[in-house]
């Protein structure tokens, strides 16, 4: 049986030159809620990634050579068929991640659709650089850039916000009039099949949107970085892989964009307006259980109310229901998979062998049903850790965070700073001179006050150091997804 009740196991195959197609090889994909078998997921061969290249080096003539306002009208569609389909969406994406449906269905998939008309709008309306030059003969000269797309981007995706995150990606891409080939998680394959079937109906050329399945190594992600027909790769996910496609890239010196790991500190004053800071918090470090790149997972208390923020803290994590997607009252689902809660698991073995004291949760939730075969974890919380600590240093992607007291404002900046990740910072306070400079102060990419994950998506979005490189967001995504040219023309 199906997890979605229906008993039907579905068959997921690659998108190619405007086709669905089947390989001999293909892989299961398991639902972490309580590991029903969700589709058999037909694995890309390499002979498949050349075809997809090959359709979309020719999708992309027609494609980026289209009146802007013509392309801009697919791409509105793509963002109509997704709300059209949107149930479907949410079925998919709850199965495949585990999120509770009401993440999905205000998050993931109305940003998915939004990312589409996002880019659509600004690529209609952007513009480019000229400059007046003077010349030694007097009559000057002038100077303008134009675009033009890279041909063929590659998109590598993960599985923890499976469609808003490649669509994040995909839509500035075509905006750009690139053609984009997009290699899915292989944990999270079915929203991106949904989406080939949307661009199919919205009227996108053939080969210009291709999905290929599979995983990393020796599989689609290698014959994508490898390929000589891909122009440029962006991708998001860990921090070694990043560095892995670094590598695989360089052979023929493909631009890159990197959205990478994080350890994101959270830093609550005194003066924090209480309520709302616990508020924040509770989002920041648990929501998607925890499997958030932004997540909060050091948080730093002033000390006249840790022992009342890590109490109240306690308390709300302890009333927080983890269950399956569709109740409307769950909170939070499982992590994506056994292999990243036995990850987990092993932070929580670590920071108790450190002499963590465990203020709630470090272990796995007995439900005595079903919920006993998924990926559940116990949202946790320690103190008493060294700054130094591995469990300090290393991104664990799940529902914990470490608390430690400061007394100074240098003190929670240093340690805020003192992390080799650069992705995102919360700052929480009621004292307007404090707010901005610390949140200025802060080493990373992203930096919220008094709200978190709240996002405009005309803002450049990116990390520091181990967090990655190259900006997304607005103008800073067309930036990356084609090549400036300057024409200087002497009068
Ligand atoms: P991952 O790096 O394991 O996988 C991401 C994608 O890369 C998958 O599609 C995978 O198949 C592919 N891949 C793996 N090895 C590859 C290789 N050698 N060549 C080409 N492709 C390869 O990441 P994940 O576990 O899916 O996602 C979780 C990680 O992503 C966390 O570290 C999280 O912080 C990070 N993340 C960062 C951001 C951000 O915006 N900075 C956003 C979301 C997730
Ligand atoms: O909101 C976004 O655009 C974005 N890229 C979010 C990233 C979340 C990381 O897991």
Redesign the pocket.
């Given at each position: 049986m199906a997890a979605d009740g229906s008993g039907n196991i579905r068959e997921l195959k690659n998108f190619i030159g405007g086709e669905f197609v089947a390989s001999g090889n293909t892989f299961e994909n398991t639902t972490p809620i309580d590991g029903t078998l969700l589709s058999h997921v037909h694995e890309a061969t390499k002979e498949m990634v050349d075809n997809a290249v090959i359709a979309a080096q020719k999708a992309a003539k027609i494609w980026s050579k289209m009146p802007v306002e013509a392309r801009c009208k697919v791409l509105y569609a793509v963002a109509d068929g997704i709300d059209a389909r949107s149930d479907e969406f949410i079925e998919a994406e709850t199965l495949d991640t585990g999120k509770p449906r009401s993440l999905a269905s205000h998050v993931d998939i109305p940003r998915g659709a939004a990312n589409f008309r996002v880019f659509a709008d600004l690529i209609k309306s952007v513009g480019t650089e000229a400059y007046q030059q003077d010349t030694p003969d007097g009559l000057g000269a002038i100077n303008y850039s134009v675009r033009h797309p890279h041909g063929v981007v590659g998109v590598i995706s993960p599985w923890?916000?499976p469609l808003?995150?490649s669509t994040?990606k995909i839509a500035p891409a075509m905006a750009s009039g690139n053609a984009v080939i997009l290699k899915p998680s292989e944990e999270t394959p079915t929203t991106a099949t949904l989406l080939a079937e949307v661009m199919k109906e919205a009227g996108m050329p053939d080969g210009a949107f291709s999905v290929v399945h599979g995983f990393g190594e020796n599989s689609a992600g290698e014959f994508m970085t490898t390929h000589r027909g891909i122009n440029a790769i962006t991708f998001t996910g860990e921090t070694t892989t990043g560095g892995a496609i670094m590598r695989a890239a360089s052979h023929d010196v493909k631009a890159l964009s990197f959205?990478l790991g994080g350890k994101n500190p959270s830093i609550v004053f005194a003066d924090a307006d209480f309520d709302a800071a616990i508020e924040g918090t509770v989002r920041s470090v648990f929501a998607n259980c925890g499997q958030?790149?932004?997540c909060s997972e050091r948080v730093y208390v002033e000390r006249p109310i840790f022992d009342k923020f890590v109490a109240t803290l306690k308390e709300k994590a302890e009333d927080m229901k983890l269950g399956r997607p569709e109740d409307p009252d769950t909170q939070m689902g499982p992590l994506i998979s056994h292999e990243h809660r036995d990850k987990v698991k092993g932070y929580y073995d670590l920071a108790k062998e450190l002499g963590a004291t465990v203020v709630t949760g470090g272990g796995i939730p007995e439900f005595g049903d079903e919920r006993d075969n998924g990926a559940f974890v116990e949202p946790t919380i320690f103190t008493g850790l060294s700054e130094d600590s591995r469990v300090q240093k290393e991104e664990i992607f799940g529902p914990v965070c470490h608390i430690t007291p400061f007394d100074t404002e240098e003190e929670a900046v240093s340690m805020a700073n003192d992390t080799e990740y650069g992705l995102a910072s919360t700052v929480w306070t009621t004292n307007l001179a404090r707010a901005h400079r610390v949140a200025q102060g802060m080493e990373a990419g992203i930096n919220w006050v008094n709200c978190w994950f709240l996002?405009d998506l005309r803002t450049p979005?990116g990390g520091m150091g181990l967090s990655g490189f190259g900006r997304e967001g607005g103008q800073h995504a067309l930036n990356f997804y084609s090549e400036q040219k300057n024409i200087c023309i002497k009068l």
């Amino acid at each position: 049986m199906a997890a979605d009740g229906s008993g039907n196991i579905r068959e997921l195959k690659n998108f190619i030159g405007g086709e669905f197609v089947a390989s001999g090889n293909t892989f299961e994909n398991t639902t972490p809620i309580d590991g029903t078998l969700l589709s058999h997921v037909h694995e890309a061969t390499k002979e498949m990634v050349d075809n997809a290249v090959i359709a979309a080096q020719k999708a992309a003539k027609i494609w980026s050579k289209m009146p802007v306002e013509a392309r801009c009208k697919v791409l509105y569609a793509v963002a109509d068929g997704i709300d059209a389909r949107s149930d479907e969406f949410i079925e998919a994406e709850t199965l495949d991640t585990g999120k509770p449906r009401s993440l999905a269905s205000h998050v993931d998939i109305p940003r998915g659709a939004a990312n589409f008309r996002v880019f659509a709008d600004l690529i209609k309306s952007v513009g480019t650089e000229a400059y007046q030059q003077d010349t030694p003969d007097g009559l000057g000269a002038i100077n303008y850039s134009v675009r033009h797309p890279h041909g063929v981007v590659g998109v590598i995706s993960p599985w923890n916000l499976p469609l808003l995150l490649s669509t994040w990606k995909i839509a500035p891409a075509m905006a750009s009039g690139n053609a984009v080939i997009l290699k899915p998680s292989e944990e999270t394959p079915t929203t991106a099949t949904l989406l080939a079937e949307v661009m199919k109906e919205a009227g996108m050329p053939d080969g210009a949107f291709s999905v290929v399945h599979g995983f990393g190594e020796n599989s689609a992600g290698e014959f994508m970085t490898t390929h000589r027909g891909i122009n440029a790769i962006t991708f998001t996910g860990e921090t070694t892989t990043g560095g892995a496609i670094m590598r695989a890239a360089s052979h023929d010196v493909k631009a890159l964009s990197f959205e990478l790991g994080g350890k994101n500190p959270s830093i609550v004053f005194a003066d924090a307006d209480f309520d709302a800071a616990i508020e924040g918090t509770v989002r920041s470090v648990f929501a998607n259980c925890g499997q958030v790149c932004l997540c909060s997972e050091r948080v730093y208390v002033e000390r006249p109310i840790f022992d009342k923020f890590v109490a109240t803290l306690k308390e709300k994590a302890e009333d927080m229901k983890l269950g399956r997607p569709e109740d409307p009252d769950t909170q939070m689902g499982p992590l994506i998979s056994h292999e990243h809660r036995d990850k987990v698991k092993g932070y929580y073995d670590l920071a108790k062998e450190l002499g963590a004291t465990v203020v709630t949760g470090g272990g796995i939730p007995e439900f005595g049903d079903e919920r006993d075969n998924g990926a559940f974890v116990e949202p946790t919380i320690f103190t008493g850790l060294s700054e130094d600590s591995r469990v300090q240093k290393e991104e664990i992607f799940g529902p914990v965070c470490h608390i430690t007291p400061f007394d100074t404002e240098e003190e929670a900046v240093s340690m805020a700073n003192d992390t080799e990740y650069g992705l995102a910072s919360t700052v929480w306070t009621t004292n307007l001179a404090r707010a901005h400079r610390v949140a200025q102060g802060m080493e990373a990419g992203i930096n919220w006050v008094n709200c978190w994950f709240l996002r405009d998506l005309r803002t450049p979005f990116g990390g520091m150091g181990l967090s990655g490189f190259g900006r997304e967001g607005g103008q800073h995504a067309l930036n990356f997804y084609s090549e400036q040219k300057n024409i200087c023309i002497k009068l």
